[in-house]
């Protein structure tokens, strides 16, 4: 069955303290892993596609990079404002269909 | 460029009642997706629709059900409504699976 873990759930970090979010997946044949942001009560925004391991994606303080089971995304000096819900979602091919399969999330506080 | 937009932003339903909720995808974008977040839990994938026609739909109960119209814009109709049905509805749009899906704010709905 296709699957996507997010870790860990939840993450509280000092402005400035950097460090990563994992996404790990087993799904047959990968089409795409895609990160989206979600502030609470917002739809996801996307951040980041990615499709063959060894790649990697950079935006301000974000950069994402995938290997063949996982994902991470990495947060170099975050601040208060990237706080908020970080999302994993893998492409898939479920009954004939292509879809996208979400990870549960982990939820990122960065403190003043 | 107009983004995803899906109304109404929130309702409150009783237990029993029927809902429709709308969506209206990015100009072009022909494929729309209905996903549920429930309070703490992932997005859950309900329907997927593409020129018109559902292309797949998630493990729900026949009484999630939708369509497509003419102009891509889209409807989500629950009935017999049950508490547990309460969460934030998100539409997402695509102009294709390798471009990620853009979603809209969400409805939040509150069955009590």
């Known amino acids: 069955e296709d699957q996507v873990t997010q870790s860990p759930e939840a993450l509280r970090l000092q402005e400035g303290e950097s460090s990563s979010l994992n996404c790990s997946y087993t799904?047959?044949?990968?089409?795409?892993l895609f990160w989206y942001r979600q502030d609470p009560g917002k739809g996801p925004e996307f951040l980041f596609t990615?499709?063959?391991a060894g790649e990697e994606k950079e935006k301000e303080r974000l950069k994402a990079t995938l290997t063949k089971k996982e994902s991470f995304l990495h947060i170099t000096a975050p601040k208060p404002e990237d706080s908020a819900t970080y999302l994993c979602?893998?492409?898939?091919?479920?009954?004939?269909?292509?879809?996208?399969?979400f990870g549960q999330g982990t939820r990122l506080t960065i403190n003043p | 460029e107009a983004g995803v937009t899906q109304s109404p932003t929130h309702l409150i339903k009783t237990r029993g009642q029927q809902v429709t909720l709308r969506c209206s995808p990015i100009?072009?974008?022909?494929?729309v997706y209905w996903y549920q977040q429930a309070l703490g839990l992932g997005l859950q994938f309900l329907l997927w629709?593409?020129?018109?026609?559902?292309?797949n739909r998630g493990n729900f109960p026949p009484r999630f059900s939708g369509r497509q119209f003419p102009n891509y814009s889209s409807e989500l109709n629950v009935n017999a409504l049950e508490l547990e049905d309460s969460a934030l509805y998100l539409c997402?749009?695509?102009?294709?699976?390798?471009?990620?899906?853009?979603f809209g704010s969400g409805t939040r709905l509150t069955v009590v």
């Open positions: 799904v047959s044949g990968l089409r795409g």
């Open positions: 997402a749009s695509s102009i294709g699976m390798s471009y990620g899906y853009t």
């Open positions: 100009s072009g974008h022909t494929s």
């Open positions: 629709y593409d020129e018109g026609e559902e292309r």
């Open positions: 979602a893998v492409q898939a091919n479920i009954q004939g269909a292509q879809k996208l399969v």
């Open positions: 990615l499709y063959s």
